[in-house]
């Protein structure tokens, strides 16, 4: 799992929609759902439920998704240290 995956999958949590998920972080919707797919592949269940109207998570991608949250929080815990210790500037990525 990357964290570019985790960002996709909590965009898509938190607008119930892959389009509103995908516009949200600059991706298209099929290639929210594309990275949606491989993420579920890549652990073998489902993480959302597809509805009508949107998606909603699992009880398992509730699990996950939560993880994944905590994971980036701490990325971007990381992320200002680092900018603090670099006397406010970032360079490169993490």
């Not at 999958?9 to 491989?38: C, D, K, P, W, Y």
């Not at 592949?41 to 998606?55: A, D, N």
């Amino acid at each position: 799992m990357t964290l570019f995956q985790m960002e996709v999958l909590i965009a898509v949590m938190n607008t119930g929609n892959f389009t509103r998920a995908g516009e949200q972080i600059g991706l298209s919707q099929s290639g929210v759902s594309h990275t949606i797919r491989s993420l579920e592949k890549e652990l073998g269940i489902s993480l959302f439920i597809r509805e009508r109207g949107g998606v909603r998570l699992t009880a398992t991608g509730e699990q996950i998704a939560a993880s994944a949250r905590i994971v980036l929080n701490q990325v971007s815990q990381m992320k200002r240290i680092a900018a603090e210790a670099n006397g406010g500037s970032l360079s490169g990525t993490i």
